[in-house]
């Protein structure tokens, strides 16, 4: 459930705020900083503090677990997306949204250098560091070396000389002698303290599949031993890392100026506000608590609501269908015959609709999983099988091993519920479906300068006021996103 804003008092008057802070990172994906990062928030939350989590990049699944845990709610940062005022607003305002934050965790992306383009930091956690004037705490996957570690951690502290290494987090340690020679030749060698060590062991791990993690909200009704596990994982964190001296390091952090003006803000809007219908369940679970708060505060109240287990659509006067699973899901979605036939007649009737790569997917006329290909990229168990979807726009969604990672760069040709024509914005895409067996008649509003999309460089298929789109717009990126849905849903 996402909650108004409570504003906080005094903003206006003060110009910095202090946020004791730190940023997990390491070498590479798969090194342990999502696992460390929640053994660290349910630490430090068990331990009486107020934690804001945050994620850089466009992660859905992993936020999830940070919501979670902590109670707050998690925001993403983006350096390529967002200017640099733009993240000290998401940041500053996540920290004071949901009560004020003692503390802020923030977890990178992929390996700290890694970003948008080879010669620049723009996009990679390194750039966010240095916006947020943040220590970074690099977890080393020391699996195999010892001394070789100092090598490892010399590169990525002299690899650029503003971003400020305060401390390492080995994983993956076999057992003393190997903690102690890594240890020795990293303190050594670096002058970088070691304040964790962290022992390898496979109940650490949380379940994968081929978009991340599985997510929250889904784990948590299919995992019995969903609290156990992050138990296990925080109760090894405590044993393993010197909580007490990440907090001094988090604390070291010095005040960050606030941006001029704030996106989060409340519009006053003429007349009764609209009710936007956000379907959130096992199928529907990715969306931004940014897209949902701006939709707020540009004068929406939110429903939610469950393609799966509700049998007919709530009495809004727009939907918005996310990103997720539906895949996994295509049995229980087609067999709720008087879900589907409540979106497809308010789509006939023009009801806004507005749906999200798995939103997308749903509103095709039938979705086929088990598509043979090349690749594996962590793909879950699906059955070859075809389902009927909704049917409001039209094609055939193949879930299969194709696979499109991609920020994306597009402009709308026509007005929609998203924006105006001429409204451009970047974004980004993250798929293994495709939209197969669209008539030649079909109408895209989206044109990519860069992405994939549906077909040929064209994103958002629509009609009557119906749009569908492999996009994953960010409200505090494209900033005409919560204002123009709520315009268009008033005016229709």
């Given at each position: 459930m996402v909650?108004?804003?409570?504003?906080?008092?005094?903003t206006?008057?003060?110009?910095?705020?202090?946020?004791?802070?730190?940023?997990?990172?390491?070498?590479s994906?798969?090194?342990?900083?999502?696992?460390i990062?929640?053994?660290l928030?349910?630490?430090?939350?068990?331990?009486?503090?107020n934690?804001?989590?945050?994620?850089v990049?466009l992660?859905?699944?992993?936020?999830?677990?940070?919501?979670?845990?902590?109670?707050?709610?998690a925001r993403?940062?983006?350096?390529?997306?967002?200017?640099?005022e733009?993240?000290r607003?998401?940041f500053?305002?996540?920290?004071?949204?949901?009560?004020?934050a003692?503390?802020?965790?923030?977890?990178g992306?992929?390996?700290?250098?890694e970003g948008?383009?080879s010669?620049?930091?723009?996009?990679?956690t390194?750039?966010?560091a240095?916006?947020?004037?943040?220590?970074?705490?690099?977890?080393?996957?020391?699996?195999?070396?010892?001394?070789?570690?100092?090598?490892?951690?010399?590169?990525?502290?002299?690899f650029?000389?503003d971003v400020?290494?305060?401390?390492?987090?080995?994983?993956?340690?076999?057992?003393?002698?190997h903690?102690?020679?890594a240890?020795?030749a990293i303190e050594?060698?670096?002058?970088?303290?070691?304040?964790?060590?962290?022992?390898?062991?496979?109940?650490?791990?949380i379940?994968?599949?081929h978009?991340g993690?599985?997510?929250?909200i889904?784990?948590?009704?299919?995992?019995d031993?969903?609290?156990?596990?992050?138990?296990f994982i925080?109760?090894?964190?405590k044993?393993?890392?010197?909580?007490?001296?990440?907090?001094d390091?988090?604390?070291?952090?010095?005040k960050?100026?606030?941006?001029?003006t704030?996106?989060?803000?409340?519009?006053?809007i003429?007349?009764?506000?609209?009710?936007?219908?956000v379907a959130l369940?096992?199928?529907?679970?990715?969306y931004?608590?940014?897209?949902?708060?701006?939709?707020?505060?540009a004068g929406a109240?939110?429903?939610?609501?469950?393609?799966?287990h509700?049998?007919?659509l709530?009495?809004?006067?727009?939907?918005?269908?996310?990103?997720g699973?539906?895949?996994?899901?295509?049995?229980?979605?087609e067999?709720?015959?008087?879900?589907r036939?409540?979106?497809?007649?308010?789509s006939?009737?023009?009801l806004p609709?507005?749906?999200?790569?798995?939103?997308?997917?749903?509103?095709?006329?039938?979705?086929t999983?088990g598509?043979?290909?090349?690749?594996?990229?962590?793909?879950?168990?699906?059955p070859?099988?075809?389902h009927?979807?909704?049917?409001?726009?039209?094609?055939?969604?193949?879930?299969?091993?194709?696979?499109v990672?991609?920020?994306?760069?597009?402009?709308?040709?026509?007005?929609?519920?998203?924006g105006k024509?001429?409204?451009?914005f970047?974004?980004?895409?993250?798929?293994h479906?495709?939209?197969?067996?669209?008539?030649?008649?079909?109408?895209f509003?989206?044109k990519?300068?860069?992405?994939?999309?549906?077909?040929?460089g064209?994103?958002g298929?629509?009609?009557?006021?119906?749009?569908?789109?492999?996009?994953?717009?960010?409200?505090?990126?494209?900033?005409?996103?919560?204002?123009?849905f709520?315009?268009?849903?008033?005016?229709?």
């Amino acid at each position: 459930m996402v909650l108004m804003p409570e504003s906080p008092s005094n903003t206006d008057q003060v110009k910095s705020k202090e946020i004791p802070r730190i940023l997990l990172s390491a070498g590479s994906s798969s090194s342990g900083k999502t696992t460390i990062t929640i053994g660290l928030l349910a630490a430090l939350t068990e331990a009486g503090y107020n934690v804001q989590p945050y994620k850089v990049g466009l992660d859905y699944i992993d936020p999830s677990y940070y919501s979670e845990i902590t109670g707050r709610r998690a925001r993403n940062i983006d350096g390529f997306l967002m200017d640099e005022e733009a993240v000290r607003d998401v940041f500053i305002h996540g920290a004071e949204v949901d009560g004020e934050a003692d503390i802020a965790i923030i977890e990178g992306v992929r390996g700290l250098y890694e970003g948008f383009d080879s010669f620049t930091d723009t996009g990679s956690t390194a750039q966010i560091a240095k916006i947020l004037k943040c220590s970074v705490i690099l977890i080393v996957n020391a699996r195999s070396i010892t001394r070789s570690a100092a090598a490892l951690v010399n590169g990525y502290k002299d690899f650029d000389k503003d971003v400020h290494i305060a401390g390492v987090i080995l994983n993956n340690i076999g057992g003393p002698r190997h903690a102690k020679k890594a240890t020795e030749a990293i303190e050594h060698y670096t002058g970088i303290p070691v304040i964790g060590v962290i022992r390898r062991n496979s109940s650490m791990s949380i379940s994968m599949r081929h978009l991340g993690l599985v997510p929250a909200i889904e784990e948590r009704r299919r995992a019995d031993n969903f609290d156990e596990r992050i138990d296990f994982i925080k109760d090894t964190i405590k044993k393993g890392v010197d909580i007490d001296r990440m907090l001094d390091i988090a604390r070291s952090a010095p005040k960050l100026e606030r941006p001029s003006t704030t996106m989060f803000s409340e519009r006053n809007i003429e007349g009764k506000r609209p009710v936007i219908g956000v379907a959130l369940d096992e199928a529907f679970n990715f969306y931004y608590h940014d897209n949902l708060e701006l939709l707020q505060l540009a004068g929406a109240d939110l429903e939610y609501f469950s393609p799966i287990h509700d049998s007919k659509l709530p009495d809004v006067d727009a939907l918005y269908l996310g990103g997720g699973y539906p895949e996994l899901y295509a049995a229980e979605l087609e067999a709720n015959v008087s879900m589907r036939g409540d979106i497809k007649k308010a789509s006939e009737a023009g009801l806004p609709i507005y749906g999200e790569c798995g939103g997308l997917m749903y509103l095709t006329e039938r979705l086929t999983t088990g598509v043979q290909g090349e690749g594996a990229h962590h793909m879950a168990d699906m059955p070859e099988s075809t389902h009927e979807m909704v049917g409001a726009l039209p094609g055939h969604s193949l879930m299969g091993h194709k696979r499109v990672v991609s920020y994306n760069i597009g402009s709308l040709s026509m007005d929609t519920v998203i924006g105006k024509t001429g409204d451009s914005f970047k974004a980004h895409e993250f798929h293994h479906s495709e939209v197969t067996e669209l008539p030649e008649d079909a109408k895209f509003v989206i044109k990519l300068s860069r992405g994939t999309g549906i077909i040929d460089g064209w994103d958002g298929l629509t009609v009557n006021n119906t749009l569908g789109c492999y996009a994953h717009l960010v409200a505090s990126s494209y900033r005409e996103f919560a204002p123009s849905f709520v315009d268009f849903v008033m005016n229709v």
